[in-house]
């Protein structure tokens, strides 16, 4: 059983450019959690989907940002018009639906704005 | 809105000595899980030990146990004979039971260096 898969594992834009990050979660999972990682700093939630909908997006920013989750393929984090403050490391993780306890993350995805 | 603090950013241990991580939480909640993740070099997120509210007894794992207070809301981590490849970043989190699954809230993290 294939863990999380975030691809690209690196990914680097410029400035004004769109940066389309993506999630496959594990078999079987049906919720997906997106998170930044800025700096130094501790994982920050942004969104959390299930399929086809969306069901926490409290920590997203208002503008250029959106996220989706569609019944065949993977999640996608999308970021319009990237801007230096948009570098960041940026998770995924999944979890089955239910009364799951744990979920599991991928490796991440290192985005750089130039 | 639930916070996660964790104040010490670094710490050092000698391999095979025994080093305590602290993680405090503040929540008006009774029902919640808390967990030590573990995030080496590689960036992957590995849960090391997972804790439920509803539980007094303090979980387990291997060299890994944690010291649980719940009235205090502390939840530090002790890691026992550390070894080379504990070295990483060490975040607490906290996640409400919601009867289904919720998003975690991450503490800053500790970075962990172990010497020789």
């Known amino acids: 059983n294939a863990g999380v898969m975030q691809n690209p594992r690196h990914l680097v834009r410029r400035r004004g450019q769109e940066a389309r990050l993506r999630c496959s979660p594990m078999k079987g999972h049906s919720h997906v959690y997106w998170y930044r990682q800025l700096p130094e700093e501790g994982l920050k939630f942004m969104v959390y989907?299930?399929?086809?909908?969306?069901?926490?997006e409290s920590g997203m920013p208002k503008e250029r940002f959106s996220a989706e989750f569609p019944k065949e393929g993977p999640s996608i984090l999308r970021i319009q018009q990237v801007v230096r403050g948009d570098s960041a490391a940026y998770f995924c993780?999944?979890?089955?639906?239910?009364?799951?306890?744990?979920?599991?993350f991928g490796q991440g995805t290192r985005l750089t704005v130039v | 809105a639930q916070t996660v603090t964790q104040s010490q950013p670094e710490m050092s241990v000698q391999e095979a000595e025994t080093v305590t991580l602290s993680c405090t939480y503040d929540t008006s909640e009774s029902d919640y899980y808390l967990f030590w993740y573990k995030q080496p070099p590689s960036r992957q997120m590995i849960l090391v030990i997972r804790?439920?509210?509803?539980?007094?007894q303090n979980a387990t794992e291997n060299r890994f146990s944690v010291n649980f207070q719940k009235a205090a809301k502390s939840f530090s981590l002790k890691i026992s004979d550390s070894q080379l490849g504990d070295a990483a970043m060490y975040f607490c989190?906290?996640?409400?039971?919601?009867?289904?699954?919720?998003?975690?809230?991450f503490g800053t993290g500790t970075r962990l260096q172990v010497t020789l």
């Open positions: 989190a906290y996640r409400l039971n919601t009867g289904t699954a919720s998003k975690l809230t």
């Open positions: 989907l299930q399929k086809e909908n969306i069901i926490d």
């Open positions: 804790q439920e509210a509803y539980k007094q």
């Open positions: 993780a999944s979890s089955p639906s239910g009364r799951s306890t744990e979920a599991f």
